[in-house]
Nanobody, 126 residues
Framework: QVQLVESGGGLVEAGKSLRLSCAAS????????IAWFRQAPGKEREAVSC????????YYADSVKGRFTMSRDNFKKTIYLQMNSLKREDTAVYYC???????????????????WGRGTQVTVSS
């Protein structure tokens, strides 16, 4: 059974850092495209970052480039999102998602992902 479990969220002051983790089980991590999405209250879910199986590249949304770093440890079956210089607008529930091989619908299209975690809340205060 495929499972993705996020952790590491919390309340943090603007300008500080957090590292999110996503523990994967039930599948071979390096066979999948893995992504982080987020959803703020009253807004649509948006893509944050992705490690593409198709081309091996790491993609970032413009809003987080230079501040967020995505990585994965295939041995530990864990995906990370290091978030630095956090801003209030980064406040959201952050989700980990996986798509076998892929991405088939664009790295930032949530419809292409097969599996989702339940999310972890990140709140940035000013």
């Amino acid at each position: 059974q495929v499972q993705l479990v996020e952790s590491g969220g919390g309340l943090v002051e603007a300008g500080k850092s957090l590292r999110l983790s996503c523990a994967a089980s039930g599948f071979t991590l390096d066979h999948y495209t893995i992504a982080w999405f987020r959803q703020a209250p009253g807004k649509e879910r948006e893509a944050v970052s992705c490690i593409s199986k198709r081309d091996g590249r790491i993609y970032y949304a413009d809003s987080v480039k230079g501040r967020f770093t995505m990585s994965r440890d295939n041995f530990k079956k864990t995906i990370y999102l290091q978030m630095n210089s956090l801003k209030r607008e980064d406040t959201a529930v952050y989700y980990c998602a996986a798509e076998v091989l892929g991405p088939t619908m664009g790295w930032d299209n949530s419809a292409g992902y097969d599996y989702w975690g339940r999310g972890t809340q990140v709140t940035v205060s000013s």
